[in-house]
């Protein structure tokens, strides 16, 4: 049996039976995280970064920091470890809301994997309860038996938490990484785009939503910063000049992609728009 991380990933990724416990999971979530302020707020949208894995470094940093003052510190530094036990368990709770935030905008394969990184962060929390409760009643070698398994419960989860992260790119800008014309390009002619319609384009590898109001074009990339959902199949409101993600409710400001709702953390890059002749050119602004 391979006991790779990435070969346990690949174990859990198919288990179509965490589909279930995902969907009763997500609908809790859903009916207290509702898109608005509350949703901004733990998705990091007033930040412009995720707020998660920040969080996930005072955990891991606190419960890590006491199990070495428990191996290095001596009698003198257990009040300390155990301070540092109980800082990682507070600073666990607002990690999971952000996290269960964050999860329930994923799907197929990487929703369970986070399912599972939720339950072993589950797992990890109980112990260094356990592990608190134990020192507090003089049971020392007991609490440090506890909180030395949960930080194994912890690493692995960490791993898996990275596996989100950097192989399935949960809470990274989902344009990063678009080609986008630095130089004037062709993308339509104006009288082939409808007014006050959400119309996608194609200038040279990238994806561009075109948004006509009268003479003025606006232009977007048209793949949704948060989940890279295309916004040309999502919503435009005329009256505030915005336009509304599909998927997961994202808003962003026509005129230069600035996030007006999240959750999405990182703006639409923005272009420059021309007419010449009676065709669109389109490209990305210059960096001063």
């Known amino acids: 049996m391979n006991l790779h991380p990435r070969a346990l990933v690949?174990?859990?990724?198919p288990m179509e039976g965490l589909d279930g416990p995902g969907r009763a999971l997500g609908a809790a979530v859903d009916s207290v995280i509702r898109p608005g302020s509350l949703k901004d707020l733990l998705s990091g949208s007033w930040l412009g970064h995720p707020i998660h894995p920040v969080l996930t470094d005072v955990v891991i940093g606190a419960w890590s920091g006491a199990m070495f003052l428990d191996v290095l510190g001596g009698r003198k530094a257990r009040?300390?470890?155990?301070?540092?036990?109980?800082?990682?368990?507070?600073?666990a709770v607002p990690t999971a809301i952000t996290g269960l935030n964050d999860w329930n905008d994923t799907d197929g394969e990487t929703?369970?994997?986070?399912?599972?990184?939720?339950a072993g962060n589950?797992?990890?929390?109980?112990?260094?309860l356990l592990s608190l409760r134990a020192r507090r009643r003089g049971a020392r070698a007991r609490g440090f038996l506890l909180s030395t398994l949960g930080m194994g419960v912890a690493t692995f989860t960490a791993y898996l938490g990275g596996h989100l992260v950097y192989s399935r790119a949960v809470g990274v800008?989902?344009?990063?990484?678009?080609?986008?014309?630095?130089?004037?390009?062709?993308v339509g002619a104006l009288a082939s785009i409808p007014e006050n319609e959400l119309t996608s384009a194609r200038a040279g590898n990238a994806d561009v939503l075109l948004v006509r109001r009268g003479q003025r074009v606006f232009a977007l990339s048209n793949t949704c910063s948060h989940r890279g959902c295309p916004l040309s199949e999502g919503s435009m409101d005329p009256?505030?000049?915005?336009?509304t993600c599909g998927c997961h409710g994202s808003m962003f400001?026509?005129?230069d992609g600035e996030v007006l709702r999240g959750p999405a953390t990182a703006p639409q890059p923005a272009y420059q728009v021309r007419m010449r002749e009676g065709v669109v050119e389109v490209r990305m602004p210059a960096r001063s």
Do not use: F
Request: no cysteine.
């Open 122 to 128: 589950a797992v990890a929390l109980s112990l260094h």
């Open 253 to 255: 400001r026509l005129s």
């Open 111 to 118: 929703r369970r994997v986070g399912l599972v990184h939720g």
């Open 10 to 13: 690949e174990r859990i990724e």
């Open 79 to 91: 009040g300390a470890a155990d301070s540092l036990v109980g800082l990682g368990i507070l600073a």
């Open 173 to 186: 800008d989902m344009t990063a990484l678009e080609k986008r014309p630095h130089d004037w390009i062709p």
């Open 239 to 243: 009256e505030n000049g915005s336009v």
